[in-house]
Nanobody, 123 residues
């Protein structure tokens, strides 16, 4: 059974930090790129960051560059999203998704999705 399980969300004050984890099982994790998307009631689903399968190329939404860092540990089948200097506009449900090999900006390209983890940033 394919699973992506996000964890690490929570409530934090503006300027604080969280580290999200995306634990994968049931598929060949090391040949998939993993992306983080976020969804809030007042915005469309938005691609936040992505890391490719092989060379580990990384991509970031402009508004999170310099604050968020994505990494992967293929031995643990896990991708991390370190989020620093969080802002209220970062509040959303964060989902991770898996797409073969290279990152994609379109959520429809992703094969697998997790259920999401809530991140709430208070001002």
């Amino acid at each position: 059974e394919v699973q992506l399980v996000e964890s690490g969300g929570g409530l934090v004050q503006a300027g604080g930090s969280l580290r999200l984890s995306c634990a994968a099982s049931g598929f060949s994790f090391d040949v998939y790129a993993i992306g983080w998307f976020r969804q809030s009631p007042w915005k469309e689903r938005q691609g936040v960051s992505c890391i490719s399968s092989s060379e580990g190329s990384t991509y970031y939404l402009d508004s999170v560059k310099g604050r968020f860092t994505i990494s992967r540990d293929n031995a643990k089948n896990t991708v991390y999203l370190q989020m620093n200097n969080l802002k209220p506009e970062d509040t959303a449900v964060y989902h991770c998704g898996a797409v073969p090999d290279q990152c994609a900006g379109w959520s429809g390209a992703y094969d697998y999705w997790g259920q999401g983890t809530q991140v709430t940033v208070s001002s």
